[in-house]
Protein backbone atom coordinates (compact mmCIF):
# COMPACT_ATOMS: atom_id res chain seq x y z
CA UNK A 1 0.00 0.00 0.00
CA UNK A 2 1.08 3.31 -0.96
CA UNK A 3 -0.01 6.92 -0.89
CA UNK A 4 2.36 9.68 -2.11
CA UNK A 5 1.68 13.06 -1.96
CA UNK A 6 2.80 16.12 -4.07
CA UNK A 7 2.15 19.64 -5.12
CA UNK A 8 3.94 20.91 -1.93
CA UNK A 9 5.91 24.39 -1.47
CA UNK A 10 6.73 27.63 -0.31
CA UNK A 11 3.62 30.64 -1.53
CA UNK A 12 2.65 33.89 -0.82
CA UNK A 13 -0.29 34.60 1.40
CA UNK A 14 -3.57 34.79 -1.25
CA UNK A 15 -1.87 32.23 -3.58
CA UNK A 16 -2.91 28.80 -4.25
CA UNK A 17 -1.51 25.30 -4.49
CA UNK A 18 -2.99 21.84 -5.92
CA UNK A 19 -1.95 18.80 -3.76
CA UNK A 20 -2.09 15.60 -5.04
CA UNK A 21 -2.35 11.96 -3.46
CA UNK A 22 -1.56 9.09 -5.49
CA UNK A 23 -2.45 5.59 -4.57
CA UNK A 24 -1.91 2.15 -4.76
CA UNK A 25 -2.00 -1.34 -3.51
CA UNK A 26 -5.13 -0.98 -2.28
CA UNK A 27 -9.04 -0.70 -3.99
CA UNK A 28 -9.39 2.97 -3.95
CA UNK A 29 -12.71 3.15 -5.39
CA UNK A 30 -13.81 1.41 -2.01
CA UNK A 31 -11.87 3.95 0.47
CA UNK A 32 -12.78 7.16 1.89
CA UNK A 33 -10.16 10.14 1.31
CA UNK A 34 -9.31 12.56 3.16
CA UNK A 35 -6.56 15.48 3.72
CA UNK A 36 -5.04 16.42 6.90
CA UNK A 37 -2.69 18.65 8.38
CA UNK A 38 -0.19 19.38 11.23
CA UNK A 39 1.31 22.18 12.19
CA UNK A 40 5.15 22.33 14.39
CA UNK A 41 3.80 21.93 18.00
CA UNK A 42 -0.04 21.02 17.01
CA UNK A 43 -1.81 17.99 17.04
CA UNK A 44 -2.94 16.52 13.58
CA UNK A 45 -6.08 18.17 11.99
CA UNK A 46 -9.06 17.07 9.46
CA UNK A 47 -8.58 19.38 6.73
CA UNK A 48 -11.69 17.47 4.15
CA UNK A 49 -12.53 14.28 3.40
CA UNK A 50 -14.49 12.92 -0.05
CA UNK A 51 -16.96 10.08 0.15
CA UNK A 52 -15.76 6.87 -1.76
CA UNK A 53 -17.73 8.14 -5.04
CA UNK A 54 -16.74 11.37 -4.85
CA UNK A 55 -20.01 12.74 -4.08
CA UNK A 56 -19.70 13.98 -0.77
CA UNK A 57 -17.54 16.23 0.79
CA UNK A 58 -16.75 17.79 4.13
CA UNK A 59 -14.32 20.91 5.46
CA UNK A 60 -12.54 21.87 8.54
CA UNK A 61 -14.51 25.31 9.07
CA UNK A 62 -11.18 27.18 8.53
CA UNK A 63 -11.33 26.20 5.47
CA UNK A 64 -14.54 26.20 3.66
CA UNK A 65 -14.25 28.47 1.05
CA UNK A 66 -11.07 27.91 0.28
CA UNK A 67 -10.30 24.85 -0.44
CA UNK A 68 -11.74 22.05 -2.43
CA UNK A 69 -11.08 18.47 -2.25
CA UNK A 70 -11.55 15.86 -4.95
CA UNK A 71 -10.97 12.57 -6.47
CA UNK A 72 -10.32 11.27 -9.79
CA UNK A 73 -10.89 6.80 -8.98
CA UNK A 74 -9.92 6.39 -12.60
CA UNK A 75 -5.80 7.43 -11.75
CA UNK A 76 -6.31 6.31 -8.19
CA UNK A 77 -6.00 10.30 -6.75
CA UNK A 78 -7.11 12.66 -4.43
CA UNK A 79 -6.44 15.74 -4.65
CA UNK A 80 -6.82 19.05 -2.61
CA UNK A 81 -6.88 22.66 -4.48
CA UNK A 82 -6.29 25.29 -1.65
CA UNK A 83 -7.43 28.87 -3.16
CA UNK A 84 -6.19 31.76 -0.61
CA UNK A 85 -4.07 30.58 1.79
CA UNK A 86 -2.86 32.32 4.19
CA UNK A 87 -0.04 31.97 6.75
CA UNK A 88 -1.85 30.09 9.75
CA UNK A 89 -2.09 26.91 6.64
CA UNK A 90 1.64 26.61 6.87
CA UNK A 91 1.50 22.84 7.73
CA UNK A 92 2.10 19.24 6.88
CA UNK A 93 -0.53 17.64 4.71
CA UNK A 94 -0.88 14.18 4.89
CA UNK A 95 -3.19 11.87 2.80
CA UNK A 96 -5.68 9.30 4.24
CA UNK A 97 -7.58 6.31 3.16
CA UNK A 98 -10.07 4.62 5.36
CA UNK A 99 -12.63 1.99 4.98
CA UNK A 100 -13.79 -0.36 8.13
CA UNK A 101 -11.01 -1.48 9.68
CA UNK A 102 -8.09 -0.19 7.20
CA UNK A 103 -6.48 3.09 8.05
CA UNK A 104 -3.82 4.70 5.37
CA UNK A 105 -1.13 7.45 5.68
CA UNK A 106 0.87 9.06 2.86
CA UNK A 107 4.32 10.41 4.38
CA UNK A 108 3.33 14.53 3.54
CA UNK A 109 4.14 17.08 2.22
CA UNK A 110 5.23 20.58 3.51
CA UNK A 111 3.06 23.91 2.31
CA UNK A 112 4.87 27.19 3.70
CA UNK A 113 2.96 30.14 3.93
CA UNK A 114 4.50 33.13 3.93
CA UNK A 115 5.65 36.29 2.42
Known amino acids: VQLVESGGGLVQPGGSLRLSCAAS????????MSWYRQAPGKERELVAV????????NYADSVKGRFTISRDNAKNTVYLQMNSLKPEDTAVYHC?????????WGQGTQVTVSS
Open 96 to 104: NARALVYNY
Open 50 to 57: VSSAGDST
Open 25 to 32: GFTFSNYV
